[in-house]
C-alpha cells in the first residue's frame, strides 16, 4: 500500500496532538482527512511529509520510513502546506523553476512548467510575481508546485480553503482527477467537498481516529432513520397523520410542514403520496433526507 | 544545493538588498579612502591601502549581518521553511545553497575596489611602488573575514524568526569574535604567553596576520574552523526547530 501509518504519537510538552492513530491508504485512493481545528489533521500530515519528527509509532509512504528515508520519502510525495507558503517576490515561471530544480527535473522542467500551469489553470497570470496573485490563483501555484515532479502520493492540507465557488468546483474536480492514478490525502472542514472527492474518510477527533470508512458505509453506519419531509399545501389534524401507515413518528415544522420519521429502512413517501390522495390534500413538497456526513461528523466529534 | 543558491541570488537582487549593500559598501568605503580628510589616501601622502583593510571590517559587521538576517528568518517567519524541508535536499545543502549566495554577495562587493588597488599603485612614486604581497594577502584575509561574518550571519538568522533580532545578534557576534579577544588580551591579567593565546582566539589577529602577505595555514584553518562552527551550529538550530 501507499500509506502506512501504525500507533503514530506526537507529543508537545503534556500535549497529545496525535494519539496513537493507525490507518494505511492504498494506491490510488482519494483520503478525506476530517476533523474540528486543532484535532491533528495537519501535525499528521506533517509527520508523514517529514517536516516534523512523530514522538513514537512508524509512518511510511511507499515503502519508505518517513524517520530512517527522509530523502526518499520526500522525492514521491507533493506537499501544499497548511496557508499555502510561497515566496511571494518570485514570478510564477521563476517559483517553479525552483522547485524544479530542488527536484532535479534537468531537462523535462520547461515541459513540465507548462503543463503544471496549464493543469491548473494559471495560464493567464504565469508572467505576474506570487507576490501579486489573488488567493485563489496562489492556492493554484501551491498546486503546481505539489505536483510538479509528479509525484505518486499528494499530501493537500486545506487545498480549498478560500476559495469562491467557481475555483473550489475546479479545484475538487482537479483533486478527483489526479486521484485516478494518484494517492491523494487531504483534509477539510467541509463534509459536501469530502463526500464528493473521497473515496474513503477518516474523521479525527483530539487526535484520535473516530471513523475510517467509505463515504457510503459511513453514511449508512449512522444513519439509521430515514426522515421525510413533506409539505402539505392545507393544515392537518395531528391525529389524522398517525393513520399513515409505516411512520415512527412525526413533527410539525411549520403550517403544513412535517418532518416524518420512517419505521426501519422503509421508504414511506409512497405512503404519504397515497395518503394525501386518500384524503383529498395538495401535496406541494415530497423529500427524503439522508443522514448526511454533517451529522455523523458531529455525532462523532462531540 | 544549487537551485537554492541561484534563487538566493535572485532574491537578493530582486528586493534591492543586493543593491543597497553592494553601493553603500562601496560608498561608505570610498568616501573614507577619498574624501575624508582624516583618512584620505590623498591627504595622507604614503601609497598604501592599509586605510582601506582597516576599515572595511567595521563596514562589513554591519553590512553581513544585514544581508544574512532574513536568510533563515523570513523563512520561518512565511512558512516557507515548510516547503524547503519538505523536499528530497538535506539540511546541509539548504544552508550551504544560502551560505555560497550571500559569499558571493560579499564577492560581488570586494572586486571593485580593485580599482582603489591600482589608483593607488598608479599614483605611486615611482609607480607601482606598493606593497603588492601585502596587499594581496589582505585582499585574502578580507574575504576569508566576510566568510566568517557570513557564517555568523546565516546563524543568528537561523535561530530566530525576528530579522531585526537576527541582525542585531549578528552584529554583536561579528564585534565580539573580531575585536573582544584582543582586548580581553590587553587586560594584564594572563600569565606569561596566555594573552598571546587568547588574541589569537580572536579574528583580528588572523586578519592582521594575513594582511603581512604571508598566507599562514594557522590562519586559513583559523578561518575554516569558524565557518565550519557556525554552518554546524545552523544546522543544530535548524534541526531543533522541529522538535
Known amino acids: 500500500m501507499s500509506i502506512k501509518v501504525n500507533g503514530l504519537s506526537k507529543i508537545y510538552g503534556t500535549q497529545k496532538a496525535v494519539d496513537e492513530i493507525s490507518f494505511e491508504v492504498n494506491k490510488g485512493e482519494v483520503l478525506g482527512f476530517l476533523g474540528p481545528n486543532g484535532a491533528g489533521k495537519s501535525t499528521t500530515m506533517k509527520i508523514l511529509t517529514c517536516f516534523i519528527p512523530h514522538s513514537s509509532g512508524t509512518a511510511t ?3 519508505h520510513d518517513t524517520t530512517n528515508e527522509p530523502l526518499e520519502v ?3 510525495i507533493g506537499y501544499l502546506p497548511e496557508n499555502n507558503p510561497l515566496y511571494v517576490d518570485m514570478y510564477v515561471r521563476e517559483y517553479l523553476e525552483f522547485v524544479a530544480g530542488l527536484h532535479k527535473l534537468g531537462k523535462i522542467t520547461q515541459q513540465r512548467i507548462d503543463e503544471m500551469i496549464e493543469v491548473t489553470g494559471l495560464t493567464a497570470e504565469r508572467k505576474k510575481k506570487v507576490g501579486q496573485l489573488s488567493k485563489g490563483y496562489k492556492q493554484r501555484v501551491g498546486l503546481a508546485q505539489a505536483m510538479l515532479h509528479n509525484p505518486e502520493v499528494l499530501i493537500l492540507d486545506e487545498p480549498t480553503s478560500g476559495l469562491d465557488p467557481n475555483q473550489l468546483v475546479e479545484i475538487r474536480s482537479l483533486i478527483k482527477q489526479l486521484g485516478k492514478d494518484k494517492t491523494v490525502i487531504f483534509s477539510s472542514h467541509i463534509m459536501q467537498e469530502v463526500q464528493a472527492v473521497a473515496d474513503r474518510v477518516i474523521i479525527i477527533n483530539k487526535g484520535k481516529i473516530v471513523a475510517n470508512d467509505s463515504t457510503e458505509n459511513l453514511q449508512n453506519r449512522i444513519g439509521n432513520e430515514i426522515i421525510v419531509t413533506a409539505e402539505f399545501k392545507q393544515n392537518i389534524d395531528r391525529g389524522l397523520l398517525g393513520t399513515i401507515k409505516g411512520v415512527k413518528s412525526y413533527e410539525q415544522l411549520k403550517d403544513g410542514k412535517w418532518n416524518f420519521v420512517a419505521e426501519g429502512k422503509k421508504d414511506i413517501r409512497e405512503d404519504i403520496f397515497n395518503f394525501a390522495k386518500e384524503k383529498n390534500l395538495t401535496l406541494l ?18 | 544545493m544549487k537551485a ?11 528586493s534591492l538588498i543586493g543593491y543597497i549593500a553592494i553601493i553603500v559598501f562601496l560608498l ?10 582624516d583618512t584620505s589616501i590623498l591627504d595622507f601622502g604614503y601609497a598604501t591601502l592599509d586605510s582601506f583593510f582597516s576599515i572595511a571590517p567595521y563596514i562589513f559587521i554591519f553590512l553581513i549581518p544585514a544581508i544574512t538576517m532574513r536568510s533563515f528568518a523570513e523563512e520561518i517567519n512565511t512558512g516557507t521553511i515548510e516547503l524547503l524541508s519538505t523536499r528530497p535536499v538535506t ?16 564577492l560581488i562587493a570586494i572586486i571593485p575596489t580593485f580599482i582603489y588597488f591600482y589608483t593607488v599603485y598608479a599614483l605611486a612614486s615611482p609607480v607601482g611602488n606598493i606593497d603588492v604581497g601585502g596587499i594581496l594577502g589582505s585582499y585574502f584575509g578580507l574575504f576569508f573575514l566576510g566568510a566568517v561574518f ?3 550571519g546565516i546563524f543568528c538568522s537561523s535561530i530566530t524568526s525576528n530579522q531585526i533580532v537576527a ?5 554583536f557576534l561579528c564585534f565580539f569574535i573580531y575585536l573582544a579577544f584582543s582586548y580581553i588580551s590587553q587586560f594584564g591579567i594572563f600569565v606569561g604567553k596566555n594573552d598571546y593565546l587568547v588574541e589569537s582566539l580572536g579574528l583580528s589577529a588572523h586578519y592582521d596576520a594575513m594582511g603581512k602577505g604571508v598566507i599562514d595555514t594557522r590562519d586559513v584553518v583559523y578561518f575554516l574552523s569558524l565557518i565550519s562552527l557556525f554552518i554546524f551550529l545552523t544546522r543544530t538550530a535548524l534541526s531543533s526547530r522541529k522538535w
Open chain 1, 61 to 63: 509512504v511507499c515503502g
Open chain 1, 74 to 76: 520526500t522525492k514521491k
Open chain 1, 285 to 302: 413538497h415530497l423529500n427524503k433526507e439522508e443522514y448526511s456526513l454533517e451529522e455523523v461528523f458531529k455525532q462523532l466529534t462531540r
Open chain 2, 4 to 14: 537554492i543558491f541561484l534563487k538566493e541570488l535572485q532574491q537578493f537582487f530582486s
Open chain 2, 28 to 37: 561608505v568605503l570610498g568616501l573614507f579612502m577619498w574624501i575624508f580628510p
Open chain 2, 91 to 106: 539540511e546541509l545543502q539548504i544552508i550551504l545553497g544560502k551560505y555560497f549566495a550571500a559569499l558571493l554577495l560579499v
Open chain 2, 150 to 152: 557570513v557564517a555568523i
Open chain 2, 167 to 171: 541582525f542585531i545578534l549578528g552584529v
